[in-house]
């Protein structure tokens, strides 16, 4: 059926001559609100998907600006410890013995650290090097 509406329809179309009957007229109207039902399915669809993944990019856009305050505060707080060394700041009793232990001593193993959790992760970050190293 749909043919043969479709047919007399280009034909008409062609030639200005035919007619399309009331009855065929009826089905294309059925076809067209079949053919919208079934697009308004679609876009109502697309309109939760589409809400689902602006909800998700919002979630992570909270999650990364988050993460991105407590890495500028890292920062500040490796920075101000990397300022202090080299500056011949001692430790004392660390060792439970009453003996003095350099500052710069646990500096380098807390940096050792740092790099070997970035080296483990993947990370390509390069070195931020110490004070002026006359610890």
């Known amino acids: 059926m749909y043919q043969q ?8 179309e062609k030639t200005g001559f035919g ?14 609100e079949e053919m919208n039902a079934e697009l308004e399915k679609i876009r109502a669809r ?12 919002k979630k992570q856009s909270r999650k990364i600006e ?3 305050i407590v890495q500028t505060a ?8 990397t ?10 009793n660390w060792h439970l013995n009453g ?9 380098d193993s807390a940096d050792a650290e740092y790099e070997s959790v970035l080296s483990q992760n993947g990370s390509s970050e390069v070195k ?8």
């Open 83 to 92: 300022a202090l060394y080299g500056e011949g700041y001692q430790v004392a």
């Open 74 to 81: 890292l920062q500040a707080y490796k920075d101000y410890m």
């Open 19 to 32: 007619a399309v009957s009331s009855y065929e007229a009826g089905q294309i109207a059925d076809l067209l």
């Open 99 to 107: 003996d003095l232990e350099p500052l710069d001593t646990f500096l």
């Open 5 to 12: 509406i479709l047919a007399d329809l280009r034909h008409y």
């Open 128 to 135: 931020v090097p110490k004070g002026d190293g006359d610890g």
């Open 66 to 68: 988050n993460l991105r």
């Open 46 to 57: 697309d309109i939760r998907r589409e809400k689902h993944w602006l909800e998700r990019i």
